[in-house]
């Protein structure tokens, strides 16, 4: 193969993966979700018990304590030990990030309550559902949900990643489905008090982006070497 063979495969590859770093970008990466929440004294929503049930079907949206738009990445982490405040507000300290909120008592009174205590008995169910669908997810594309207690996630509603019940602070990964993602929903339970670790993230292409860089600079090189002889 000659050198301008060489340049003209370089310059497409550089072209083609730093096409597919647009296609990748989709709303996962600039995400509103529809947040739900229930929490109970009692041990049970709507008579049943979802404290290790932190998947899908949720409880029902009829005994829902709130629900409310959230804007941004989920990344929730409420340090207090066990034993200190475990209020929403603890868990949502970006209040800003939330919008069209209904509940009884309104958002201030929401917040100021306890999303779980020492114990099985007080505990709350979170749902959070991306809003729009994430268009054109390349193959590979990965989540890592972090999270202490229970986690679930899914895509197109299948199983992306699942660990519903208690536990303490863990990363689980789980790869999207190729091409158009139509739902994507968050499932975490918080249980026995403080410390609450609620963590998604999915990589943005920033790699792919470096390595179309890297090849597009190559074959420029490559070019004014050929001129240079």
Same mark, same amino acid.
């Given at each position: 193969?000659?050198?301008?063979?060489?340049?003209?495969?370089?310059?497409?590859?550089?072209?083609?993966?730093?096409?597919?770093?647009?296609?990748?970008?989709?709303?996962?990466?600039?995400?509103?979700?529809?947040?739900?929440?229930?929490?109970?004294?009692?041990?049970?929503?709507?008579?049943?018990?979802?404290?290790?049930?932190?998947?899908?079907?949720?409880?029902?949206?009829?005994?829902?304590?709130?629900?409310?738009?959230?804007?941004?990445?989920?990344?929730?982490?409420?340090?207090?030990?066990?034993?200190?405040?475990?209020?929403?507000?603890?868990?949502?300290?970006?209040? +800003?990030?939330?919008?069209?909120?209904?509940?009884?008592? &309104?958002?201030?009174?929401? %917040? @100021? $309550?306890?999303?779980?205590?020492? !114990?099985?008995?007080?505990?709350?169910?979170?749902?959070?559902?991306?809003?729009?669908?994430?268009?054109?997810?390349?193959?590979?594309?990965?989540?890592?949900?972090?999270?202490?207690?229970?986690?679930?996630?899914?895509?197109?509603?299948?199983?992306?990643?699942?660990?519903?019940?208690?536990?303490?602070?863990?990363?689980?990964?789980?790869?999207?489905?190729?091409?158009?993602?139509?739902?994507?929903?968050?499932?975490?339970?918080?249980?026995?008090?403080?410390? +609450?670790?609620?963590?998604?993230?999915?990589?943005?292409? &920033?790699?792919?982006?470096? %390595? @179309? $860089?890297?090849?597009?600079?190559? !074959?420029?090189?490559?070019?004014?070497?050929?001129?240079?002889?």
């Amino acid at each position: 193969m000659n050198m301008s063979s060489v340049r003209k495969y370089l310059l497409h590859g550089a072209v083609v993966l730093l096409g597919l770093t647009g296609i990748a970008r989709a709303d996962i990466y600039n995400p509103t979700w529809l947040v739900t929440a229930w929490t109970t004294t009692t041990g049970k929503i709507g008579g049943t018990n979802f404290i290790n049930a932190a998947s899908q079907p949720a409880p029902s949206a009829v005994d829902a304590l709130a629900s409310f738009t959230y804007s941004g990445q989920l990344s929730f982490d409420n340090t207090n030990k066990q034993g200190q405040s475990n209020t929403y507000a603890d868990f949502f300290t970006n209040t +800003a990030n939330i919008s069209n909120f209904s509940g009884t008592g &309104g958002e201030a009174a929401f %917040l @100021g $309550t306890t999303m779980s205590s020492p !114990g099985s008995s007080n505990y709350s169910y979170l749902e959070f559902s991306l809003q729009g669908p994430a268009a054109n997810i390349a193959a590979g594309t990965y989540v890592t949900i972090t999270h202490d207690d229970g986690a679930s996630s899914y895509a197109n509603g299948n199983n992306v990643t699942y660990s519903p019940g208690e536990t303490q602070a863990v990363s689980d990964t789980g790869t999207l489905p190729v091409g158009s993602m139509t739902s994507f929903a968050v499932d975490y339970v918080e249980a026995n008090g403080a410390p +609450a670790v609620l963590k998604v993230d999915v990589p943005e292409p &920033g790699s792919v982006l470096l %390595l @179309g $860089t890297g090849l597009l600079v190559l !074959g420029l090189v490559v070019r004014r070497r050929q001129k240079a002889l």
